[in-house]
């Protein structure tokens, strides 16, 4: 596979997937649209292995690679459902930009590894005063907002984590279409119990975009956008990856203003600006170095 469609893939499926997750509750709970759109994952997922009769390998290391993806899903995927509740779906792509803050704490305190220059010390700065900017506006609008920001956020950071626990322990050879089924094996009983216990209700008339929505999250988010992400991940590492983050939010912010009719408040536009440019910052030492290295092998 080509790692530069891959990386275009998840670019396209990560700044449509929020508005999704907003839609795939519409008419039940965010308990029920998440765990059946694993469970669509997951036989999809199936059905591929063994259309391309790809095997699932089952040993003591593959299944580090699988917990280490499956409880990173899990956790994560709990935290963005239910934030979606009470944040816009462009909020939701912009708080994901704190993916290579999260990346770069966590690889400083897990593995020694200081990433922080001056730019990048700044950069996360004006991510955090971005943060400031939106969550004082989130106390204008009531708890359920903070609420929802603050499980989005949570949600980024154990992604931000599950990144690297998955680099620590992948396989070499396992393919990433057996990584996201065996991922989809250990979340699923998890997302069921956890819709059963405490929900356990089935939409008996849910509408037709948020079945349409379900089965694309299903399709794309749950399996080929993980397979793709995972590909990636694989032959570029997580602070490249984390390069997804400049693109993804602006995309997601127009898609939910035009496709949702979502409205975000001019203190929360200022607060994305400082986040954004914080990111740019971030990453700026990182895209420059690509760029000098491609011009030296052109």
């Not at 596979?1 to 709970?29: D, E, H, N, Q």
């Not at 991510?127 to 949600?155: C, K, P």
């Amino acid at each position: 596979m080509s790692v530069p469609f891959a990386y275009l893939g998840v670019i396209l499926i990560w700044s449509t997937t929020p508005l999704a997750v907003k839609w795939s509750s519409v008419g039940g709970s965010f308990l029920f649209g998440v765990a059946s759109r694993n469970v669509v994952g997951l036989l999809l997922g199936m059905a591929l292995l063994l259309a391309l009769r790809i095997p699932l390998t089952i040993n003591k290391h593959a299944w580090r690679a699988y917990v280490s993806v499956g409880v990173t899903l899990y956790l994560g995927l709990m935290g963005v459902y239910f934030g979606a509740q009470f944040v816009p779906s462009g909020l939701i792509s912009v708080l994901y930009g704190w993916t290579p803050f999260f990346i770069a704490v966590f690889a400083l305190l897990w593995f020694g590894e200081n990433n922080f220059s001056v730019g990048k010390s700044f950069g996360m700065l004006l991510g955090i005063s971005g943060l400031v900017v939106i969550f004082s506006d989130s106390l204008q609008l009531g708890e359920s907002a903070l609420l929802g920001i603050t499980a989005v956020l949570l949600s980024v950071a154990v992604h931000a984590f599950g990144s690297l626990w998955f680099k620590r322990v992948h396989v070499e050879g396992l393919s990433a279409m057996a990584v996201t089924v065996g991922g989809l094996w250990v979340s699923l009983p998890l997302f069921l119990l956890s819709w059963w216990l405490l929900d356990g209700s089935v939409p008996s008339e849910p509408p037709s975009r948020t079945i349409a929505a379900i089965v694309y999250l299903g399709v794309f988010g749950s399996v080929l956008g993980a397979m793709l992400y995972f590909y990636a991940l694989h032959h570029l590492g997580a602070m490249s990856m984390s390069l997804l983050t400049l693109i993804t939010p602006v995309a997601a912010l127009v898609l939910g203003v035009v496709a949702n009719d979502e409205h975000i408040s001019t203190d929360t536009l200022y607060g994305v600006a400082l986040i954004l440019w914080g990111l740019v910052m971030f990453q700026f030492e990182g895209i420059r170095r690509r760029w000098s290295l491609y011009r030296m092998r052109a």
